[in-house]
């Protein structure tokens, strides 16, 4: 028997709430979900409830079936199969392909879910002695309030991340800058193995110093803003994309000096493109904009991680000029998605005060002049780069 407060005594109560807290996060995620997965199915308010009502009829009645079903072959084994098969039917329901299907993966998940909750507490009366029992089942039924209330949260969280991925805006903003920082970051990798071997011969040393360049980075961070006072974002995303095909170009020559410099016109064009990108999407999210931005930073860190696998085969082909070819089509990509952008904010009548809904360019005039047009939104257009 377990005696209270020993190291068994807080490991299976411990395991026994985690268990309780995953199943009635399960069991909830989907409530704050019914109005997306009505819209996503087509079908009526009645039915999308349908989603919740049949999980927590079969969990009621697997009730039925878990207990008595405990007292003939053990309970501890029925915990463990059934938690394990719930996390399967998860997996599942992501994955359903209609709504018939999902309500059949739901009333088997409610069912198995059940397990758990059946013969918990009766697990504890077997092993735990009478004075371990009370405390430990009074974490273990609060685990079951923190599992409910999780679940909701984290199933409006979830659905918050769905409409972003549904806003055509919100997805092109996040694959430009995903797709952008897959080039730029991956291109610094290559070139010091360019620059390592003949001619140049750059030791580690030299090689760290590279990523000065980064300064022209600090530079189109820091205009990002003034720049947004002539053109529309989508406009300014697409002159930062063009920037960085520039550099990328400027490093084919043989010149040290050139290939610096097209680092440094690199930098300036990423980060120009970077900044307006994750601006456009704090401007674009109507709910959820904390969400929205973390959705950017997935996508753009995802690109940094897999840029190399994109980049291998083009440098084991034939060299630098493979890795600025491979770079070259993704930047032709994220060019089209920036003008896609552009002509959707365009044909919509948005941006600019003062600029002809056909132009994404106001009225140009010196900087610092008296009548520059203005950006609809107070918010500001600088954001800090996140590199």
């Known amino acids: 028997m377990i005696d209270v407060h020993s190291r068994a005594w807080w490991r299976a109560t411990l395991a026994l709430c985690l268990g309780s807290f995953l199943v009635f996060i399960n ?9 997306s997965l009505r819209e996503a199915h087509g079908v009526s308010t009645l039915a999308a409830n349908l989603v919740m009502a049949v999980s927590t009829l079969a969990l009621a009645a697997s009730l039925l079936v878990f207990g008595p079903l405990s007292d003939a072959i053990g309970r501890a084994g029925i915990m463990r199969v059934t938690l394990l098969l719930s996390a399967a039917l998860s997996l599942g329901l992501a994955l359903a392909p209609s709504f018939e299907v999902l309500l059949v993966l739901r009333a088997l998940q409610g069912f198995v879910l059940g397990g758990l909750p059946a013969v918990a507490i009766a697990w504890m009366g077997d092993e735990f002695e009478p004075p371990a029992l009370l405390p430990a089942v009074g974490l273990y039924i609060g685990a079951n309030s923190l599992g409910g209330i999780s679940g909701r949260v984290i199933g409006e969280a979830a659905g918050g991340l769905v409409a972003h991925l549904r806003n055509p805006r919100l997805r092109g903003a996040y694959l430009l800058g995903g797709l952008n920082f897959l080039v730029f970051i991956n291109q610094y990798s290559y070139i010091a193995f360019r620059l390592s071997e003949a001619p140049f011969g750059l030791g580690a040393r030299w090689l760290g110093l ?15 803003g003034r720049l947004s006072r002539r053109l529309s974002p989508p406009a300014c ?8 095909m520039g550099g990328t170009l400027m490093t084919l020559a043989g010149s040290l000096v050139l290939i610096l410099a097209g680092l440094t016109v690199n930098a300036f064009g990423f980060f120009l493109a970077h900044s307006m990108a994750s601006s456009w999407v704090g401007r674009q999210a109507t709910r959820a904009r904390g969400s929205a931005s973390a959705l950017y930073l997935v996508f753009y860190y995802t690109g940094a991680s897999l840029g190399g696998l994109w980049l291998e085969p083009f440098w084991r082909s034939t ?36 600029c002809a809904t056909d132009c994404p360019v106001a009225q140009w005039r010196p900087l610092g002049s008296a009548s520059l047009p203005q950006i609809s939104s107070s918010r500001s257009e600088r954001p800090q780069a996140d590199l």
Request: positive net charge; without cysteine.
């Open 237 to 244: 995303m697409a002159l930062g994309t063009l920037v960085l």
């Open 210 to 224: 590279l990523f000065l360049t980064y300064l022209g980075g600090t530079l189109g961070s820091s205009l990002s």
């Open 27 to 35: 069991l909830y995620v989907p409530q704050p979900l019914l109005p």
């Open 319 to 354: 060299g630098w000029p493979g890795v600025v070819l491979g770079s070259w089509l993704v930047l032709g990509l994220t060019l089209s998605i920036a003008l896609r952008l552009w002509r959707d904010e365009r044909r919509s009548g948005e941006g600019l005060t003062g």
